[in-house]
């Protein structure tokens, strides 16, 4: 007889919403721009909603919608809600540049897992890094995607997002850095004593490392198990693996 177990996730909240003013209970205020803009298109919101903001000073808000106009809304803060800390392991994630779709995901991904920073870097088998007005252009969405995923995701932080042209397996860290590759001998993760500082995960892009770069790499292997994994599914089973065994995702 094959047994099996099945896992159920409740509904999650919209998140929340940002607001560059300091807000106070029960003093009314009007929330405008992108957010209010949202709100009143796809949202749909009514009056005596209750919706939550987010301030300047990192602190959020259940909110009552009093009032709403064409580009505007006024709302009240009611009650001051709990603010989700971040994850005491500072995990980083180094990502060997991919194609931009894949990339989109890996972005806002890493944003939900609780990566506290993406570094973006050139290998010699990844994709360019961007330059000029495409760079431009490219930061804008990425940091976009990023604050949309913290939101979403209730994170008050957006992670920090970093471009470098030097491969990341060729630098020094101030903590313990791992690079997961099917072809070096790895490391067991249980064996890895718990951490509680900043870690560096070294991913590679599509075609992997080279076995000329990987011998520079003074850190540990890991292993992301038997099957040969896309590069975007790798980045995130990294962080999942990560967050459980040290993090706060086996929280409960």
């Known amino acids: 007889m094959r047994l099996g177990f ?3 996730f409740g509904k999650r909240s919209m998140g929340y919403f940002l607001t560059i003013l300091d807000l106070q209970l029960n003093e009314e205020f009007w929330l405008e721009g992108e957010e209010a803009k949202h709100l009143l298109g796809s949202r749909r919101i009514r009056l005596g909603e209750r919706i939550e903001i987010q301030d300047q ?27 989700p800390k971040e994850p005491s392991l500072k995990l980083w994630l180094h990502q060997g540049m991919i194609k931009e779709k894949a990339l989109d995901w890996v972005l806002q991904k890493s944003v939900e897992l609780g990566a506290a920073g993406v570094n973006l870097f050139v290998s010699d088998y990844s994709q360019p890094l961007p330059k000029g007005k495409d760079l431009d252009k490219k930061l804008q969405r990425w940091h976009r995607i990023m604050v949309e ?7 008050a932080l957006v992670p920090e997002l970093k471009l470098s042209e030097e491969n990341a397996l060729h630098q ?20 890895l004593a718990p951490m509680d500082l900043e870690s560096h995960l070294i991913l590679g892009p599509e075609g992997g490392f080279s076995r000329e770069e990987l011998k520079s790499f003074q850190g540990k292997a890991l292993s992301l198990g038997p099957r ?20 706060d995702l086996a929280d409960p």
């Open 228 to 247: 040969v994994l896309r590069a975007e599914t790798a980045a995130l089973a990294a962080l999942a693996l990560f967050g459980g065994f040290f993090g």
């Open 6 to 8: 099945h896992i159920f």
């Open 149 to 155: 995923a913290a939101k979403q995701s209730g994170r």
């Open 172 to 191: 020094i860290y101030g903590g313990p850095s791992f690079v997961f590759d099917p072809y070096l001998p790895p490391v067991p993760l249980k064996s």
């Open 57 to 83: 000073n990192i602190r959020r808000f259940s909110c009552e919608v009093l009032e709403t106009e064409r580009h505007r809304l006024r709302l009240s803060p009611k009650e001051q809600t709990v603010v």
